[in-house]
């Protein structure tokens, strides 16, 4: 019995030493850790309550602006922004890719000129067909191109963005992360801050200027639109328009009185072809022919990343970059003396090398190019709507027309009816 009530004892003494040993060892081994852990940790408390209380400060300083300036209630502004706050996350997701990142424009392309985009972007272009032929009809804009635009911004609304736009736009306005354009930046992003205000006081019922008053502005309204979700960087609905865009070239294209990119496909259509026509898209011209593998080296020399029109249709044919038979003719072909440019589209081949696809962007490159400054981007929409069934018409000089006793004029070509396109894609 003495012996049974002495081994517990033994064993407990025993596993009170092992435990003071390694609280001991632990001590020893962890404690300058432990301590380096806690003085980060309050570092980093100091410098979030910094940028809160900047953030905050900030963020009251723009909403005087704004109601001095429209002569909004400071009070329904304030009451509207009372729970905004900054998202982490969205200042890593606008950072820029690190040095070693090299762009590639095939696995851009796979990314969205794919099966499961195309199925939805038939099923989409069916299901709104007749408005589709009416907008196409009233703005010159194919509808192939709305189609494929919509598709690559957010699949016909299946990926619109989960963050809150006020919370958003207020983030990369007043904290957007070190970077050497971060002023820039951040003034973009005040100034569509201050256009989704205006934006939503106009949706809730407001007047602008207010003058003083929000009689007849709904609040839960206006609180709503400053809550709806949009893409990291502030974009919203089926097209992904930022505020200002919202402001200037959305349309009721459902006829119920006001705009809602969100769940009205037809206010995304109109929309979208608003943008295009006021940004320049010229009916029935091409988009972008890719250049002759023989002009390649010529074609690179002149590739200078900058998005502007500066070549001849004429010059690129003597060189030998374009050819006079690229396409069909349409209203009389692409006049001669129009400008281009030469869009280079770079890869890493499979040993890491850099290679680049050439392509010569015509007006309308430059136009979809607007609505993304990419041309990654503008090259995608291009080739979806092709897939869709888009004709690109060609850049074909009036000399071209000329008939020889071998060969048919572009006109007699266009006539010749062609195999229907593939519907299947190689796949952003």
Known sequence: MT??????????????????LALSLGACSQAPVQQSKTEQSIV????????????????????????????????????????AKTIPSIRKLVLPPSSTFKKNWLVYRKRFIEPVRLKAGRAFWEENQAFLSQV?????????????????????????GNFRVKDVLSTLAFSYPDTPNKLAREQLFKDQLQ???????????????????SQGVNAARFQGCLNQNSSYAGAIG???????????????????????????????????????????????????????ESAISAAKQLADGEPTLKF?????????????????????????????????????????????QYFVGLNNFLTIVQYNRSYFYAQSVAEFAQALGYKNSSVVPVEANIKTPNSKSATEKSKIKKPAAKKKAKGH
């Open 3 to 20: 012996n049974s009530q002495s081994l517990p004892a033994s064993r407990m003494i025993f596993r009170i030493y092992c435990l003071f």
């Open 44 to 83: 980093n408390q100091i410098e979030d309550t910094a940028l809160d209380t900047r953030y905050s400060e900030n963020l009251e300083k723009l909403l005087y602006q704004v109601s001095q300036s429209q002569e909004i209630p400071l009070q329904s502004l304030e009451m509207g922004f009372s729970d």
């Open 136 to 160: 196409e009809q009233d703005s010159g804009v194919p509808a192939p191109i709305i189609v494929a635009i919509i598709g690559i911004e957010t699949i016909y609304g299946r990926q619109t």
């Open 195 to 213: 256009e989704l205000i205006l934006m939503c006081w106009v949706e809730a019922g407001g007047k602008l200027p207010a003058k003083n008053s």
């Open 238 to 292: 089926l097209p992904q328009f930022m505020p200002s865009s919202i402001r200037q070239f959305a349309v009721d294209g459902d006829g119920d009185g006001r705009v809602d990119l969100k769940q009205s496909p037809k206010d995304a259509i109109a929309s979208v072809a608003n943008f295009m026509k006021k940004h320049g898209w010229q009916t029935g011209m091409p988009i972008s022919f890719p250049v002759q």
């Open 312 to 356: 001849t249709v004429a010059a690129l044919i003597e060189k030998g970059i374009l050819l006079p038979e690229q396409g069909d003719l349409q209203r009389g072909g692409v006049d001669p003396q129009s400008k281009a440019l030469i869009v280079d589209l770079p890869y890493p081949d499979k040993d890491g090398l850099d290679q680049a």
